[in-house]
């Protein structure tokens, strides 16, 4: 898909920095737009614009320094900074962000990306009209930066039963990657969920994207796969072990996986 860049307006800092943008879809852009869609935020206002990616700082920071880091490089020629933050409530989040006018513009005026809160978004057209190298690459940003990966005991003692849930507040674009996963042959079902918010006590409604099963676990990793370590380390735990036990995270994958 070629983009239109006519209309693209960018800031003299731009200039300076030598920014570029895409004429054409790619693996590597289609890889940023899923990550933007999972954590990234888009800012823009008083002349502001910003672009922010919130990891959590105990396992996403190799991932956001060694990987995201490097594709924004490519793709537009610019160098994010990524830095750890700690809330008063001691929360710590690595987050990458950067500011230009021609980039931010570019994400929302020809992909079509949301500012703001992501309370309604959708599947840009160019994934849908992508090729299923670029589509895949989509997915895998998506799922490194907002899935999760439970191994269920179901008939047995152990937790050996894989299931991707990506949770999202949009059932319309739940329903979107339904149907993005069936175009390259992955079957999934859809779930209404619940979640609970303790600290403030409110209950938020959406629903959950569920891959579930070893033989689409393998299909994925296959012709997906992982760019977060924190995803990886649970795949190979269970791949030697046979199961994953419970809060496997990085540092205790390790720990397994050199026994």
């Known amino acids: 898909m070629r983009f239109n860049l006519k209309d693209v307006k960018f800031s003299k800092y731009d200039f300076i920095r030598k920014i570029s943008l895409p004429k054409d879809l790619s693996p590597e852009l289609s890889e940023l737009i899923g990550i933007i869609m999972g954590d990234g935020n888009i800012y823009m206002k008083n002349k ?28 537009f020629n610019i160098n994010p900074v990524t830095k750890i933050r700690i809330f008063k409530d001691s929360r710590r989040c690595v987050i990458t962000k950067f500011e230009s006018k021609g980039v931010i513009s570019f994400l929302t005026d020809c992909i079509g990306l949301p500012k703001g809160k992501k309370s309604d978004i959708k599947v840009p057209k160019c994934i849908f009209s992508a090729n299923k190298k670029e589509i895949y690459r989509f997915l895998r940003g998506l799922a490194d930066t907002d899935f999760s990966i439970k191994f269920k005991t179901r008939y047995k003692k152990k937790n050996y039963y894989p299931i991707m849930i990506g949770y999202f507040s949009s059932n319309s674009f739940v329903k979107q990657l339904k149907g993005l996963l069936n175009k390259i042959g992955f079957s999934s079902h859809i779930e209404k969920r619940e979640k609970i918010d303790n600290k403030k006590g409110k209950k938020y409604y959406g629903s959950s994207i569920n891959i579930v099963g070893k033989k689409n676990f393998d299909k994925w990793m296959n012709k997906v796969g992982f760019a977060n370590k924190r995803h990886i380390t649970r795949y190979k735990v269970w791949k030697k072990l046979g199961y994953c036990p419970p809060y496997t995270n990085i540092e205790r994958g390790e720990l397994i996986l050199i026994r």
Do not use: M, Q, W
């Open 48 to 75: 502001r614009y910003e672009l922010s990616i919130t990891g959590d700082a105990n396992e996403d920071v190799e991932y956001h320094g060694n990987h995201i880091n490097p594709i924004f490089k490519k793709v």
